[in-house]
C-alpha cells in the first residue's frame, strides 16, 4: 500500500495582535460545515467574559459554549479579550470586553454571553477578524465593515474617530475581498485579485509601504504588484503573507526576530524570508512577537520570541530565522493559531495541541504550566476540532461530528506505452485535508508520481480497459475506494508518399515520409513498411531514425498509372496507416536498324535487323515483324 499526503485546501490563518497582546484568528469560513454535531469550546483567561459562559470564572480545559448551542459556527475570531463568531444562517455574534465598542453593539457594556450583533441583521456576515480592540467582518453583499478602536485608523474609514456600531470601508468598494486580518493597531484585506490592501498603524512599516506613515484608509501594498498573495496574518507590529509560488514574505517590528530573517532590523518593505526557500509555505500566522507558517508538507515552522515555549521548539530560546517543529513530525499540521504568548496547531486528524503561555489555563492542558512543545489536548479527545482560535490569553475551537470523505471514480482514456496524467479527486464535507491512498495498482500498467497527481503509463503492447483503485482519509475516516477506469487504445499514426515516374523495366524508387505519432508527432523508426502497386505488395521497407523508408522496384509490364500504397501494418503499440500515390509507367523509346539484302527470286536469304535503346543499348528479347511490301512476312 502506497501513501501519499495532498497539500492543504487553500489556508489562511489571519492573526492580530498589538504591543500588548495578540489577536487571533479570523478563519474566513475555511470551516464552514453543514448544521449537523457541532459545538464552539473555550478555555482560559475569563476576566471580562472573553470565553462566553455568563460569568468571568476562568477555565483550564475546554468549556462548551452552550449558549450556542443549536446554532453552528463557522468562523471565529478572537482579539484582545473579545471574541466574535459567525453561524451558519450569517448571523455574527459577539461576547467579552467592549470599551472600544468593539462588539459592535453600540455601547461600549461588555458582555458573558455571546450577544447577536443586531446591526446585521438582513444581512449575511460570511467572515471576521479581531484586531487587538478592533473587528472587521464581511457580508454577502462584499461590504467590508470595520467596528471598535480607531487611534491609527485601523477602522479603514478615513479618520480616528472610534466606532461602536459597523461602518463600512467604502474605500474598497469595487474590490471583492477574499481575506481579513486584524493586528495590534492595523488591518490587513485580501482581494479576489490577490491584492493587498493596508492600513491603520505603521510606526515600524507593518504597512509595507515603504515608510513609517499611519494611514486612516486602505492603500495597496505595491510590493506585490504582480504577484497573487494566497494567506496572510497580522502580529502585533509585524505583518506576514505567503504569495501562489509559496514564498513566505515578512515586514515590520523584528526586534525579536519575529521577521524569520536571520537578525532583528525592522523592514517597512515586504522581504522574502529566505530560510524557508524552496519550501512552498500555504499557510501563516503571527502572534504578539512570534511567527509560524505551514508548507505544503504539513510542516510547522516558527521564529520569532519565545520566553514561554510559543515556538514549541522544546526550548524558550528566541529563534531569528525559522526553525521546524520537529515535535510534530509524522504528523500533518493543517492549521495553526498564534496568540500572545501560546499557540494552537491543528493536525489532519483533527487533534488539537498546545505550547506556550498556560498562565490562565489558556492551553486548555487542565494546569497552568507552560509547554515548550506542542502537547495534546486530552479533554478534545473524541471531539474532532474543524479549527483552533487563539486570543490574548484565551482560546476557542469549533469541533463537530465528522464527515466521511468520498474518493470519485473516473474514466480516462490513454495510448498505448504513452504516459497519461491523472488528478485524483475526492471531497470531504468537512473541507478537511485529504490523503489520498492506491489501494489496487493496475494490471497491464503503472503509476508513477504523488497522489493526487499521477501519471499511468501501460504495458508496451497493452490496448484496452486497465484500472486502479484509491481511497482517500480525512485523518479521522476513510472513504470507500474508488475505481479508475483507463481505456487504452492503439496510438493513432500517419505517414505519407510521393508519385513517381519510372520506365518499364527500368529500376524506380518508392519512397514514404515521416511515419509518426499523432499524438505527439514522435517520428517512429525500425517500423515495416509495406509498398503495393495496384494492390499488390512489391516489397517493404524500413523506417530510419527520420520514419522514411524506401524500397528500389524494377516496374513490371503493365498500365501505365499505377497506384503507389505505403502503409503501416501496426503493431501492439500503434495503430496502422497509409497513404497513395500515382506511379506513372513509361516504355523505352528505341531505334532499329537492318540491312539491305539481294537474292534470285525463290531463293532462300535471311532477313537481319538490329533493336537498341536510344543510348544504342541491345534491345534483348523482343519479338521483331518483317514485311516485304507491308505484307508481314513473320
Not at 5 to 20: I, Q, S
Not at 331 to 359: I, P
Not at 436 to 459: K, M, Q
Not at 624 to 633: E, K, P, R, V
Request: charged residues 15%; negative net charge; contains cysteine.
Amino acid at each position: 500500500m502506497r501513501i501519499w499526503m495532498t497539500g492543504d485546501r487553500w489556508f489562511a490563518a489571519f492573526l492580530g495582535a498589538n504591543a500588548v497582546a495578540a489577536s487571533l484568528v479570523a478563519l474566513l469560513a475555511v470551516f464552514a460545515c453543514p448544521a449537523r454535531g457541532s459545538a464552539t469550546w473555550s478555555w482560559g483567561l475569563n476576566n471580562v467574559g472573553q470565553l462566553g459562559h455568563g460569568d468571568v470564572a476562568s477555565r483550564t480545559v475546554p468549556t462548551e459554549v452552550t449558549a450556542l448551542s443549536g446554532y453552528t459556527v463557522v468562523a471565529l475570531a478572537a482579539g484582545h479579550s473579545h471574541t466574535l463568531a459567525v453561524t451558519s444562517d450569517g448571523k455574527l455574534w459577539a461576547w467579552g470586553l467592549n470599551s472600544y465598542g468593539q462588539l459592535g453593539l453600540g455601547d461600549l457594556a461588555q458582555r458573558r454571553d455571546p450577544t447577536q450583533v443586531t446591526f446585521f441583521s438582513g444581512r449575511t456576515v460570511t467572515a471576521v477578524a479581531a484586531g487587538t480592540a478592533h473587528s472587521l467582518a464581511l457580508t454577502s453583499d462584499g461590504k467590508l465593515w470595520a467596528w471598535g478602536r480607531n487611534y491609527y485608523g485601523q477602522l479603514g474609514v478615513g479618520d480616528t474617530t472610534d466606532r461602536s456600531t459597523p461602518v463600512e470601508v467604502t474605500a474598497l468598494a469595487g474590490q471583492t475581498i477574499t481575506g481579513l486580518a486584524g493586528g495590534g493597531g492595523h488591518s490587513l484585506a485580501l482581494s479576489a485579485d490577490g491584492k493587498l490592501w493596508a492600513w491603520g498603524a505603521n510606526a515600524w512599516g507593518q504597512l509595507g509601504l515603504g515608510d513609517n506613515a499611519d494611514r486612516s484608509g486602505p492603500i495597496e501594498v505595491a510590493a506585490f504588484s504582480g504577484q497573487t498573495i494566497r494567506a496572510i496574518a497580522a502580529g502585533s507590529e509585524h505583518t506576514l503573507a505567503a504569495t501562489d509560488d509559496g514564498t513566505f514574505w515578512s515586514w515590520g517590528r523584528n526586534d525579536i526576530g519575529q521577521l524569520g530573517l536571520g537578525d532583528t532590523t525592522a523592514r517597512n518593505t515586504p522581504q522574502a524570508v529566505a530560510a524557508l526557500s524552496g519550501r512552498v509555505v500555504i499557510g501563516v500566522a503571527a502572534g504578539w512577537y512570534h511567527s509560524l507558517a505551514i508548507t505544503s508538507g504539513g510542516e510547522l515552522w516558527a521564529c520569532g520570541y519565545n520566553d514561554y515555549g510559543q515556538l514549541g521548539l522544546g526550548t524558550t530560546s528566541d529563534c531569528l530565522s525559522p526553525a521546524r517543529v520537529t515535535a510534530l513530525a509524522g504528523l500533518r499540521v493543517t492549521r495553526v493559531s498564534a496568540g500572545y504568548e501560546h499557540t494552537l496547531v491543528m493536525t489532519s486528524d483533527r487533534r488539537l495541541w498546545a505550547c506556550g503561555r498556560n498562565s490562565d489555563g489558556q492551553l486548555g492542558l487542565g494546569d497552568t504550566t507552560d509547554r515548550t512543545t506542542p502537547t495534546h489536548i486530552a479533554a478534545l479527545t473524541g471531539q474532532p476540532v474543524a479549527a483552533p482560535c487563539a486570543g490574548r490569553y484565551h482560546s476557542l475551537a469549533v469541533a463537530r461530528d465528522n464527515a466521511a470523505p468520498v474518493a470519485d471514480d473516473q474514466w480516462v482514456t490513454a495510448s498505448t506505452g504513452l504516459g497519461k496524467s491523472i488528478t485524483l479527486t475526492g471531497s470531504d464535507g468537512d473541507g478537511d485535508p485529504l490523503t489520498f491512498i492506491i489501494v489496487a495498482s493496475p494490471v497491464h500498467g503503472t503509476l508513477t508520481g504523488e497522489p493526487p497527481e499521477v501519471t499511468y503509463t501501460s504495458d508496451p503492447a497493452y490496448s484496452g480497459d486497465d484500472s486502479f483503485t484509491f481511497k482517500v482519509s480525512d485523518g479521522i475516516a476513510e472513504s470507500d475506494p474508488a475505481t479508475v477506469t483507463v481505456s487504452v487504445s492503439r496510438m493513432p499514426t500517419s505517414l505519407w508518399t510521393i508519385d513517381r515516374t519510372g520506365t518499364i523495366t527500368g529500376l524506380v524508387i518508392l519512397r514514404q515520409f515521416d511515419l509518426k505519432r499523432t499524438t505527439d508527432g514522435a517520428l517512429l523508426e525500425g517500423k515495416t513498411i509495406s509498398f503495393r502497386i495496384d494492390g499488390t505488395e512489391v516489397g517493404t521497407g524500413v523506417t530510419n531514425a527520420g520514419g522514411d523508408s524506401t524500397l528500389n522496384w524494377i516496374i513490371a509490364e503493365g498500365p501505365a498509372t499505377r497506384t503507389i500504397t505505403a502503409a503501416f501494418p501496426g503493431d501492439g503499440a500503434y495503430d496502422g496507416c497509409s497513404d497513395d500515390a500515382t506511379l506513372t509507367a513509361q516504355t523505352w523509346p528505341t531505334k532499329m536498324s537492318g540491312v539491305d539484302r539481294e537474292g534470285k527470286i525463290t531463293a532462300y536469304r535471311i532477313l537481319k535487323a538490329w533493336l537498341w535503346k536510344m543510348d544504342s543499348t541491345p534491345v534483348v528479347g523482343k519479338s521483331i515483324a518483317f514485311y516485304l511490301d507491308g505484307t508481314l512476312l513473320g
